[in-house]
């Protein structure tokens, strides 16, 4: 027995190791982590974006770098990039290993820091996307704007994990061989024990290591059980700064002023389309999923100031028509012509189009990093180019315009099911886009807050010219009241194809095919 304590916990020994402990120790081990760390990030973050890349030889080569240096014991890089890289002659560094071996253990993070981004991007819904690609948002500001900051904080468990894993694989760098004033944990206790031969200073070591990683490693579990528990992970002071600033955004007066135009003004210009004019026009439209054919020769037209509603069975390709409208769903068969011009290809084009397309989403989709009032200016500010000050007022009046005037400065996650569709709703119209796509807008809401939004959607059916004219609308519903009541007409498909359209009165009360009074008998 006191051979194991001699062995291992003798005090005098143990205590000689704590001066340098202190003096070089943690600061060598906490400066080689976070600089590993950092670096790692820098190298990762852009590697994840590779990793799932459409290209394929950019997604295969990032595959590669993360298959090598995750498989490869850290022992293995560090040797080989630690040595090899001055002995390669990259030595920009000199000859002192401590940022070679700084360099390999970021290139081994790298590889696990890359892997727990691509699974945070890829766990934000893919809703998230279609959100800003509908506003008009290009690709790369759909990812880094919206995808990424989100993807980031979901796995800030799993980077504080692995700042861990590079505290422990700091220890690896001894091996290059460190000046005294360079030493890490690790070798302090190696030294003094092979001096002292006696192992209570690597215990000592030991202690130092789990005084940082023991309640590093709870932190995490703390963190991953709060957002488990769908809380922020933020500090609280921290939250406390940003809901502040959004409170300080949304405070500041709206004033209402002949200059500030309901309108973006390029926008107000060009609405000068005459009622009645073809502002939708598909022919023989085909998508096909496979060999499963969504749409099947569609035929269909709106008019401007027109309300089509599209109703039919689940799975009859309604959402697909909708999609294809602004550009979600590429088409496979058959012409779409969209203000009087074939529907754009280019990238360009297209997210000009989509921007003058709104789209509200059955599970509204917004961006949940964002308040109210943000979701609303973002694309103003980022696809419209309108100035800060001038997005804030048009969203400020979007806002009220639905009611929501006082949650400006509330995340979507505090706001209730029928708020956030109305948010989502300001967030299109503030866009003034020349058409406003609904995909089942109201089927993801409890009964008692599907009125609000319909009538929020009936108020812009009808708004009298001076608000900006009648709002052109294509509307996929199942609330057939509502598509009776605000409907130019009524559009029902089943099994990709159009079955029968005509006013609601034709639709609902002398329908034609059977199929049509077999889902009118089902569902009324
Ligand atoms: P609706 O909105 O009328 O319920 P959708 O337009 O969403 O119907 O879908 C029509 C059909 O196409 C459905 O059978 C659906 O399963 C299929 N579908 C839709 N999107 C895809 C997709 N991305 N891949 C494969 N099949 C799809
Ligand atoms: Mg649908």
Known sequence: MSGILDTFFNLSYMLQVVPDILRVGYYNTLTISLYSTIIGIIIGAPLSLMAISQVTVVRVAAKVYIDIFRGLPAIVTIFIVGQGLPFAGFRPFGQNPYPYGIIAISIVASAYIAEILRAGIQSVDRGQTEAARSLGLDKHRTMYRVIFPQGIRRVIPALTNQFINIIKDSS????????????????????????????????????????????????????????????????????????????????????????????????????????????????????????????????????TGEVVCVIGPSGSGKSTLLRCINGLQPVDGGTLDIFGQPFPTREGPLNALRADVGMVFQS?????????????????????????????????????????????????????????????????????????????????????????????????????????????????????????????????????????????????????????????????
């Open 364 to 524: 509204f989709n917004l961006f949940p990093h964002m308040s109210a009032l943000s979701n609303v200016m973002f694309a103003l500010e980022q696809v419209r180019h309108i100035d800060h000050e001038q997005a804030r007022q048009i969203a400020i009046r979007a806002l009220r315009s639905v009611g929501l005037g006082e949650k400006l400065d509330s995340l979507p996650a505090r706001l209730s099911g029928g708020q956030q569709q109305r948010v989502a709703i300001a967030r299109s119209l503030a866009m003034s886009p020349r058409i406003m796509l609904f995909d089942e807008a109201t089927s993801a809401l409890d009964p008692e807050l599907v009125k609000g939004v319909l009538e929020i959607m009936e108020s812009l059916a009808r708004r009298p010219s001076a608000d900006g004219s009648p709002m052109t609308m294509a509307v996929v519903t199942h609330e057939m009241g509502f598509a009776r009541r605000v409907a130019d007409r009524v559009v029902f498909m089943d099994q990709g194809r159009i079955i029968e359209q005509g006013t609601p009165s034709e639709i609902f009360d002398n329908p034609k095919s059977d199929r049509l009074k077999l889902f009118l008998d089902q569902i009324l």
């Open 172 to 303: 690896l760098i001894f091996v290059l061989g460190l000046m005294v004033s360079e030493r890490e944990l690790y070798r302090i206790g190696q030294d003094i024990s092979q001096r002292t031969g006696n192992l209570s200073p690597l215990v000592a070591v030991g202690i130092a290591y789990l005084v940082i990683t023991v309640p590093m490693t709870h932190l995490v579990n703390y963190l991953d059980k709060e957002m488990r528990n769908g809380r922020p992970v933020l500090p609280a002071a921290l939250r406390a700064f940003f809901a502040r600033r959004r409170q300080a955004e949304a405070a500041a007066p709206a004033v209402e002023s002949a200059e500030t135009p309901a309108l973006p003004v390029s926008q107000a210009a060009r609405r000068t389309a005459a009622a009645g004019e073809v502002l939708v026009e598909a022919k023989d439209l085909t998508v096909d999923f496979g060999h499963f054919r969504a749409l099947d020769h569609v035929s269909f037209e709106i008019r």
